[in-house]
């Protein structure tokens, strides 16, 4: 058997000692081993080893900011990119501030008292205005002094009506006076008006009024309003007691107040507790007098 039947290739090298050893063994000479030629390997060079990577420890996040050194360091400063903050609309104000309360300066207590107010109007001297009751009631004859206006409440058995009185039993002073009718009502009515003041200053009230009798007498009292209000059952509304007192007899009252303000408002009123007969009430001769600061 032949290596070439094998199928095998060998070097030419080892093919020329393998004859020689075929033949020598054929002619009895001593066989020689002949030494096999290495193939020579290439040298591969060996690969380095890596050096083991270091772990490092996560560095902590900085901010986005640069470090205070960088900040020194640099010499030509990035401006800052400009943010943009929502501009929120102020809550609307729940309520309207109350005004300032009013102040008295030198100027207005410097100003000369003011004339006195009366006569006429005061007097319930310039006429009468005819009109209807405020709460709708049948009235005939309804009439308020001008300058003045009137106001009555709801009542026993119905309310008061205002009306033009001349009889000369009846009037104070001058021709005619304001007269409230209570009989057999039990209500209250009166009439109201404003007058010029001067803030700071000092003012008498004077009014002069009448009942006839009942075995109910009327109650007569004068109220001021130091903001001008109109409403006589306003808690703006200072009340006072007549001075004087009696039945068919006209009786005499007063009152200073100093103003806050450049008008007030002065009310007279009539009160019948009890629905007794007679009780008709009325009012003259009113003044009002600047006494200065």
Known sequence: MTFAKLGLRLPVTLVGATALLVSGCGSGV?????????????????SPSPEPSATLAPSPTQPDTPSPTAQQTSTTATPATPTYTPQVEPAPATSTPPPPPATIT???????PLPPQQGGEWDMEAGFVPGVSPLGEDCPGWHVAVGWSGFVGPGEHGSSCLNENKNPANVRSGQRSQEMTFDFISAKAGIYRHAQTIPGHRYRIEAWGKHVHSASPVVLSLGVDLTGGEDWRAPSVTWYDWDEAGADVWVFTEVTVRATGDKLTVFLKGYHPVAERGGATLFDDVRVQDLGP
């Open 30 to 46: 001593p066989t020689v081993t002949p030494t096999p030629t290495k193939t020579p390997v290439p040298a591969v060079a060996p």
């Open 106 to 112: 030198a100027t207005a207590l410097s100003r000369p």
